[in-house]
């Protein structure tokens, strides 16, 4: 993943919030692990990030991540941030969990999404899938 951070995502003045490069880092190693997983939810189970030295507004760097090894349900994906002359900026090192897709919500936002209710192809064996605030119990409004 390429990307040059404007002054809008700084910390200190010229310098990119860490913040962002371990966000960004998460969502990027995420994504890897979900394609890995054959498009099934995984979950961070930790995420280290080592901040190496400061990235700096408007420079273009590379978010390079690979899978380094698949141990069962288990993703451990290693990665690190660099610039065009390829020094290091950040480190990643993450396990991801692949889920029980049975356990997440998005399983039935897929099944309701494959549901055609303006036409007469209703899947008539489907789940009645709730409104999502109907899942939210005890919270305050």
Known sequence: VTFAPSSK?????G????GLTSTLLDNVAGILAFMACDYTPAVT????????KP???DSEYIAVLNIE???GRKIFIKGQIVDKEKNVYTTLDTLYIKANFD???IKHLFKSLLLDNKSNNVNK?????PE??????????
């Not at 995502?9 to 003045?13: A, D, E, F």
């Not at 189970?45 to 190496?52: F, G, P, R, T």
């Open 15 to 18: 310098q990119i919030h860490a």
């Open 9 to 13: 995502l700084q910390g200190h003045q």
């Open 45 to 52: 189970a930790y995420l280290n990030v080592k901040h190496e």
């Open 103 to 105: 356990n997440f919500y």
């Open 125 to 129: 064996g489907a789940t009645v899938i």
């Open 69 to 71: 090894k698949m141990e």
């Open 55 to 57: 990235m700096e507004v």
């Open 132 to 141: 999502p605030q109907a899942l939210v119990k005890n919270v305050p409004q």
